[in-house]
């Protein structure tokens, strides 16, 4: 959809223009650039300068769409804006699949996903460590969780707030066909003195979410060392302390 002058104008020369498959509007100069091609995550330069948009009816496998109908390819839907044959659109495809590998920065990108027949927008680490991690719950300052609330604070991506997305979290581990499926726990105290990433494998066929402290082998990872140990723990994990920050990844390979 193209908005009133200079932006609309962009859209018109595309429009005129047979062989304009998107374009690219710097809204800061007034810049208009027409492409030939539609880009995909594999393609797109990141610049927050500039806005980019789809003409309809153009977009081939793995290229950005607004739409089913801008899909040439048989098969292909759009879906998290991109047209894809997947059946679920996690921070994993679009980081291996779609290639947007660690083009986007190391931290959190929100990113357009596509999990239970719904478009939902991703809280992804897209990091060379991290490769395509969703975060699906983030506890700010010791906010107090409980079993209504913490299903509700998944509409806001910011680094400062609360966010869950711990209702897609079943749906997001049956996206992945592997035996196991990875999940990283970030604790951390605000004064600075602790810091350690909880790393583990869980089994496919375990939820995400348990009312019952489940055994498991997993990885702590602090500034210093890196080390293995043998522990449990209940998901939903909620903080009590006042000072506390909680973040609970999951990774889900690519099929």
Request: hydrophobic residues 35%; charged residues 20%.
């Amino acid at each position: 959809m193209c908005w009133p002058s200079p932006r609309c104008a962009c859209c018109a020369l595309c429009h005129q223009n047979p062989t304009c498959a998107s374009l690219s509007f710097s809204p800061a100069t007034g810049e208009c650039r027409l492409h030939s091609t539609v880009a995909g995550y594999d393609t797109l330069t990141p610049d927050n300068s500039w806005k980019y948009f789809v003409m309809p009816g153009r977009s081939q496998h793995h290229q950005f769409c607004r739409q089913d109908s801008d899909c040439l390819v048989k098969g292909d839907f759009c879906r998290g804006r991109v047209c894809t044959n997947q059946t679920a659109v996690t921070c994993r495809v679009i980081y291996q699949t779609f290639g947007a590998a660690d083009r986007f920065g190391n931290y959190i990108s929100p990113m357009f996903g596509w999990l239970n027949n719904t478009g939902v927008l991703l809280a992804c680490r897209m990091g060379s460590k991290d490769e395509g991690y969703t975060r699906i719950f983030r506890s700010y300052g010791g906010k107090a969780f409980d079993r209504e609330t913490m299903f509700q604070y998944n509409s806001e991506l910011t680094e400062d707030v609360q966010h869950s997305m711990l209702y897609l979290a079943d749906h997001l581990r049956h996206a992945g066909t592997e035996d196991t499926y990875q999940l990283k726990v970030h604790p951390e105290l605000y004064s600075g003195y602790f810091y350690a990433v909880i790393d583990f494998q869980v089994p496919r066929a375990e939820p995400v979410l348990s009312d019952v402290p489940r055994p498991g082998v997993g990885s702590l990872q602090t500034s210093s060392n890196f080390l293995r140990f043998r522990w449990t723990m209940t998901m939903p994990y909620v903080p009590a302390a006042s000072y506390l920050s909680v973040e609970l990844y999951v990774d889900v390979p690519a099929r």
